[in-house]
């Protein structure tokens, strides 16, 4: 056998076999060579030698061409068997999507509301001055205005700083007897810290009708906190001041839970709906051409923020963590509806 049909066999790969052909029966392979010095044997010798070196050149050629068909056969064999589809293999799961915490939070508390009968509406988180201050009883020199540092657009208009301008629109859109809760997103020009962030939510309440009172508001907020947090959820209201409640309030619920995590949790403001509100809304009415009909009506109002509700319920201990978008805090809570 000619030392080149090992190496022959020994190629595992084209470029391999390539070479081994050239080294050979190149050009200048080693066998091609000998070929040219037939001419330097004495003549009676060069026909057998011929011969011999022939022999072995189709030897190699031989060699050559079954290796390349068995190297060509590997290659396609790998290349089908990588682009193979098994159609009976299990799928793979796609990543699911989920709802955010605020949306659940969301979803709680409108169930509740829903049951009580409340419609739940939405409105515009670009406002006007007058919608989200002057006819909320806060002209622009009271220094409420100040609580609810604003952003403000180039046009004169602003970002809301509460859901509470939703009560004049829905006021003047509708008339007497209504039970709304509004949701959506509101803007504060603040430095954020773990409990409070530039964009955060809130949800409005606003029952108006007549002889509406203080314990409807408190009992309202009441059968909130026990729709959140079971039967025997208590609430605490404190004195406190909105330009458009008279009185208004404070209020916090109590988080009971087993594992020993229970605190005052301070949710949001509420209280009676001032008449200035209503006077307001009223003349916005008469400009529409519409009816004056909420002066003389009583009505409550309250507005709180979902994030610290989720924050507790979901263990999430910086509300900066809802907006970030970081998958390592949303991805908690994929695939979870
Ligand atoms: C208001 O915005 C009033 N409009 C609420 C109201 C409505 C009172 C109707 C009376 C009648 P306040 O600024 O306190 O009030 O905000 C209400 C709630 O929003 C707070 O209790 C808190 O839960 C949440 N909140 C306020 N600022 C932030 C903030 N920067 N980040 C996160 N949550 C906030």
Same mark, same amino acid.
């Given at each position: 056998?000619?030392?080149?049909?090992?190496?022959?066999?020994?190629?595992?790969?084209?470029?391999?076999?390539?070479?081994?052909?050239?080294?050979?029966?190149?050009?200048?392979?080693?066998?091609?060579?000998?070929?040219?010095?037939?001419?330097?044997?004495?003549? %009676?010798?060069?026909?057998?030698?011929? =011969?011999?070196?022939?022999?072995? @050149?189709? /030897?190699?050629?031989? #060699?050559?061409? &079954?290796?390349?068909?068995?190297?060509?056969?590997?290659?396609?064999?790998?290349?089908?068997?990588?682009?193979?589809?098994?159609?009976?293999?299990?799928?793979?799961?796609?990543?699911?999507?989920?709802?955010?915490?605020?949306?659940?939070?969301?979803?709680?508390?409108?169930?509740?509301?829903?049951?009580?009968?409340?419609?739940?509406?939405?409105?515009?988180?670009?406002?006007?001055?007058?919608?989200?201050?002057?006819?909320?009883?806060?002209?622009?020199?009271?220094?409420?205005?100040?609580?609810?540092?604003?952003?403000?657009?180039?046009?004169?208009?602003?970002?809301?700083?509460?859901?509470?301008?939703?009560?004049?629109?829905?006021?003047?859109?509708? %008339?007497?007897?209504?039970?709304?809760? =509004?949701?959506?997103?509101?803007? @504060?020009? /603040?430095?954020?810290? #773990?409990?409070? &962030?530039?964009?955060?939510?809130?949800?409005?309440?606003?029952?108006?009708?007549?002889?509406?009172?203080?314990?409807?508001?408190?009992?309202?907020?009441?059968?909130?906190?026990?729709?959140?947090?079971?039967?025997?959820?208590?609430?605490?209201?404190?004195?406190?001041?909105?330009?458009?409640?008279?009185?208004?309030?404070?209020?916090?619920?109590?988080?009971?839970?087993?594992?020993?995590?229970?605190?005052?949790?301070?949710?949001?403001?509420?209280?009676?709906?001032?008449?200035?509100?209503?006077?307001?809304?009223?003349?916005?009415?008469?400009?529409?051409?519409?009816?004056?009909?909420?002066?003389?009506?009583?009505?409550?109002?309250?507005?709180?923020?979902?994030?610290?509700?989720?924050?507790?319920?979901?263990?999430?201990?910086?509300?900066?963590?809802?907006?970030?978008?970081?998958?390592?805090?949303?991805?908690?809570?994929?695939?979870?509806?």
């Amino acid at each position: 056998m000619h030392e080149a049909i090992p190496e022959i066999h020994a190629a595992q790969t084209l470029d391999d076999l390539q070479a081994v052909k050239t080294k050979y029966v190149g050009k200048s392979g080693s066998v091609t060579r000998e070929l040219g010095t037939l001419g330097t044997l004495p003549p %009676e010798e060069r026909k057998a030698r011929g =011969a011999e070196i022939n022999a072995v @050149r189709q /030897e190699i050629q031989a #060699a050559l061409d &079954e290796r390349e068909a068995t190297l060509k056969r590997a290659a396609l064999d790998a290349k089908l068997a990588g682009e193979a589809i098994d159609v009976t293999l299990p799928g793979l799961p796609l990543p699911a999507g989920g709802l955010h915490p605020i949306n659940r939070v969301y979803d709680d508390l409108t169930a509740i509301y829903e049951r009580m009968g409340y419609t739940v509406v939405e409105g515009p988180e670009v406002e006007d001055e007058h919608h989200n201050f002057e006819a909320l009883n806060v002209p622009w020199y009271h220094p409420a205005r100040d609580l609810q540092d604003t952003f403000w657009l180039e046009d004169g208009r602003l970002l809301r700083t509460h859901t509470s301008p939703m009560q004049v629109r829905y006021m003047v859109a509708h %008339e007497p007897p209504l039970k709304i809760v =509004a949701r959506g997103k509101v803007y @504060r020009y /603040e430095a954020t810290d #773990a409990t409070h &962030e530039a964009m955060f939510h809130q949800l409005e309440g606003l029952v108006v009708g007549d002889g509406i009172s203080m314990a409807d508001l408190k009992g309202t907020i009441a059968e909130m906190a026990r729709g959140l947090y079971g039967p025997s959820a208590k609430v605490r209201f404190q004195p406190s001041y909105y330009p458009f409640t008279e009185p208004g309030a404070d209020f916090a619920v109590y988080w009971d839970n087993p594992r020993g995590e229970s605190k005052w949790l301070e949710l949001g403001g509420c209280g009676m709906v001032h008449p200035n509100v209503f006077r307001a809304v009223d003349d916005l009415r008469e400009a529409q051409g519409k009816a004056r009909v909420y002066e003389g009506k009583t009505g409550f109002a309250f507005g709180l923020g979902p994030e610290r509700i989720a924050m507790l319920k979901y263990k999430i201990p910086d509300i900066r963590y809802f907006y970030a978008n970081d998958p390592r805090v949303i991805g908690q809570f994929r695939g979870e509806l």
